[in-house]
């Protein structure tokens, strides 16, 4: 006898709090300063920031504040929260700089990932990503969760790879969230991405379950060991809702215009793109609604807790600009970067820097000669006929593909900046920079798995599921699970002499069993 181990994906019904989520939609931006209450409190900011939520949201902004916040620009009204992360920008050949279009605001998926999972504490606020990072220190592209290695599991590798940059093309198949970990030069947006690009960040969901923050808004924190799904690492038991922020940004509109795409904190990469979220929800009320807003869809309007108000309504919320920062022009067009941040390519550790430069002409636009070299990176296979709604809202995960010949004839070849391995494992705290070094060439691609064995071998009865993933099809949310499955086949041995062999392979085999349901 000899054991073939293989793994089947299994599509299973999503149902239980555990699986299900909602995602508020906060199609209206509350504010565009140099403001960041979390980072730099009470002080201007380095950097630009889109702002969305409560409209108590300022250089001082506590959980007391959002709670009296008089209106919120996200749809509902019990959510007083702050959400803000970098404006993506463009920088002109001239060096004149204006903000790209910020299509259908933002979107901030609360998902319900594992089990007890309790709501955010009053007080709760955090950061995920690193605004000096320039390089992106992992295999590229990502291995198969199931093949992680420890060293796709440390906290610093999977901040890296909760950054996506998604291209948005609704003529093609959309491509799955988070494969893409860093922002495409603009020759290739150009070429590919007609409906612009929408920049991804996944916050980490495991918490210490004593501290409302830390030092650098990131130890209290931490990643469970597959990103958006697995385990808790020890001391980071308590599961909160796991945050996943969307914004799209249409970068068509510059279409054969000379110039660069870089992010208001100066990187033109996006390995320093980051995520700030200060909780206004009410503690009890937002347990309430872990615990009951569980239908599958998602949607704000199938949770009967939430009071929902109109776009235009939620439009209406802004929040003041401190006066301090009444002479400023994050939008443009203007003499580059807000507060004049410069731009700063790496891939070495960006510099520090500090708010009160606005005398000291920016570096503005980068010629793209200066990018690093590009290198292909593998092919992939999207969620057949997955869809997203009118803003391109929806986490969908496509696998790596199985078949070699698409490799010839149907590759996505993307130009990626060259991966950088550090010499010292990066820390996220920006307190002191890491010499880095060139790596050694994207390795090669995987052997392609062999062809599954006829379906009459496979056996009949459940396999044990090793870990699961999401994508959504045609507008309804799936789960994919992967099963291991032990498969027992008589052989004969050519002669008694001869030892029987054990081999592992990988298969993929999809059985539809349910559906989450539509947005």
């Known amino acids: 006898m000899k054991s073939i181990a293989t793994l089947s994906a299994a599509v299973a019904v999503l149902s239980g709090a555990a699986d299900a989520f909602w995602r508020m939609e906060c199609h209206s931006r509350s504010g565009l300063a140099r403001i960041d209450p979390l980072v730099e409190p009470g002080q201007i900011a380095n950097h630009g920031h889109v702002i969305h939520g409560g409209s108590n949201f300022g250089l001082d902004t506590t959980y007391e504040g959002l709670m009296a916040s008089e209106c919120t620009s996200c749809r509902v009204k019990q959510d007083n929260s702050a959400y803000w992360t970098p404006s993506l920008n463009f920088i002109h050949e001239n060096g004149t700089t204006e903000i790209v279009p910020q299509v259908g605001g933002m979107l901030a998926y609360y998902l319900l990932f594992g089990e007890n999972i309790k709501a955010f504490p009053a007080g709760f606020q955090m950061l995920a990503g690193d605004t000096r990072l320039r390089n992106f220190s992992g295999e590229v592209p990502d291995p198969e969760k199931s093949l992680w290695g420890p060293e796709d599991k440390t906290q610093h590798a999977l901040a890296q790879k909760a950054l996506g940059f998604n291209c948005m093309n609704y003529a093609k198949p959309p491509e799955a969230s988070m494969y893409r970990h860093f922002l495409p030069d603009k020759e290739y947006l150009d070429a590919n991405c007609a409906d612009g690009i929408r920049a991804e960040i996944f916050f980490p969901a495991c918490w210490n379950g004593k501290d409302l923050d830390s030092k650098n808004h990131r130890d209290h924190m931490a990643y469970p060991d597959l990103v958006n799904g697995g385990v808790c690492p020890e001391g980071f038991e308590t599961r909160l809702p796991s945050l996943f922020f969307e914004t799209i940004w249409d970068t068509s509109v510059f279409t054969g215009m000379p110039g660069q795409f870089v992010f208001a904190n100066g990187d033109p990469t996006g390995y320093g793109y980051h995520g700030d979220f200060i909780t206004g929800w009410d503690v009890d009320f937002l347990q309430d609604a872990v615990n009951t807003c569980t239908n599958p869809s998602g949607n704000i309007g199938d949770c009967p807790l939430f009071d929902i108000q109109t776009e235009e309504e939620g439009s209406k919320c802004q929040f003041k600009v401190p006066e301090v920062l009444a002479a ?55 969620a057949t006929l997955a869809v997203t709604d009118k803003f391109g809202g929806g986490i969908n995960v496509g696998g790596q593909s199985d078949l070699p010949e698409e490799i010839d004839t149907g590759a996505v070849v993307v130009p990626v900046p060259t991966p950088i391995v550090p010499v010292a494992t990066q820390p996220l705290a920006p307190e002191a920079p890491v010499v880095t070094t060139p790596a050694a060439p994207v390795a090669p691609l995987p ?73």
């Open 447 to 519: 052997t392609t798995p062999p062809v599954a064995p006829p379906v009459a071998e496979q056996p009949k009865g459940p396999g044990s599921i090793i870990g699961t993933s999401t994508f959504t099809s045609a507008g309804v949310a799936y789960e994919v699970a992967i099963e291991e499955i032990t498969v027992y086949v008589t052989v004969e041995a050519p002669a008694p002499a001869k030892r029987h062999r054990r081999h592992h392979h990988m298969h993929r085999r999809d059985r539809e069993h349910g559906l989450l349901g539509r947005y």
């Open 328 to 382: 400023d022009n994050c939008a443009g067009p203007a003499d580059g970067l807000c507060g004049n941040v410069p731009v700063q390519m790496g891939p070495g550790y960006a510099e520090l820097i500090q708010p009160g430069n606005e005398e000291t002409p920016t570096a503005g636009y980068t010629p793209v000669t200066t990018m690093p070299p590009a290198v292909p990176t593998l092919s992939f296979k999207t």
